[in-house]
């Protein structure tokens, strides 16, 4: 069964440097997002993309955050100038088409920050 | 009013037990409704889908009822493996998921 792949694993990473996440949607998906969660609480969403641009982003996406799709495969999240609070699990999903259909999530990154 | 609400548990069942897992949400998450398990530490993974009508799969059954904003999930027959977090999931108008926090389940030999 196709899959969201995700990497790396785990990333330990100084406050205030950046970070890329990296995600390789499912190939015939055309909507990508990002979620993240905090250790013992909810999946919280932070941005939707779609034909390239970003569709819809939570207030969690501020100016550190962005995304991009550099080819046809990966698609990224970059925090710039990491802060303590970054420190969570990121996942990627994605979706085949439209607004109803289900996210498959990819198995996260655990993101840690020093 | 908190956008999609669950009763966090835990739920501590033994083996053969029938389990129920109520939800409720508000109408900024109301597109559509999903239910998700959560392994500790893992990614979301889609259990079902859930429809007006109601829909079953298996040993899962899932309820919409959209006048009082309720959602449920019922287990069957529950198994050790079903042990997880449920998530109640619905879904805003742009597309983005809005998750509960999740009901944690323990089944029990």
């Known amino acids: 069964e196709p899959e969201v792949t995700q990497t790396p694993s785990h990333q330990v990473t100084q406050m205030g440097q950046e970070v890329i996440l990296r995600c390789v949607p499912i190939?015939?998906?055309?909507?990508f997002y990002w979620y993240r969660q905090i250790l013992g609480q909810k999946v919280e969403f932070l941005v939707s993309f779609y034909n390239n641009e970003i569709s819809e982003k939570s207030e969690i996406f501020d100016d550190q955050f962005s995304v991009e799709r550099p080819d046809g495969s990966n698609f990224t999240l970059k925090i710039r100038s990491t802060k303590l609070e970054d420190s969570a699990m990121y996942f990627c999903?994605?979706?085949?088409?439209?607004?109803?259909?289900?996210?498959?999530f990819g198995d996260g990154t655990r993101l840690s920050i020093l | 009013r908190k956008e999609v609400e669950q009763d966090p548990g835990p739920f501590n069942v033994p083996e053969g037990a029938t389990v129920a897992f109520n939800c409720t949400y508000s109408n900024s998450a109301s597109q559509s409704f999903f239910w998700y398990r959560q392994d500790c530490r893992k990614e979301p993974k889609l259990l079902m889908s859930v429809y007006s009508s109601g829909n079953e799969d298996g040993r899962f059954t899932a309820q919409l009822n959209r006048a009082s904003q309720y959602i449920s999930l019922l287990i069957r027959d529950s198994k050790l493996s079903d042990s997880a977090t449920y998530l109640c999931v619905g879904r805003g108008s742009q597309g983005n998921l809005i998750f509960g926090k999740g009901t944690k389940l323990s089944v029990k030999p």
């Open positions: 190939s015939n998906h055309l909507y």
């Open positions: 999903a994605s979706s085949e088409t439209g607004v109803h259909q289900p996210q498959h």
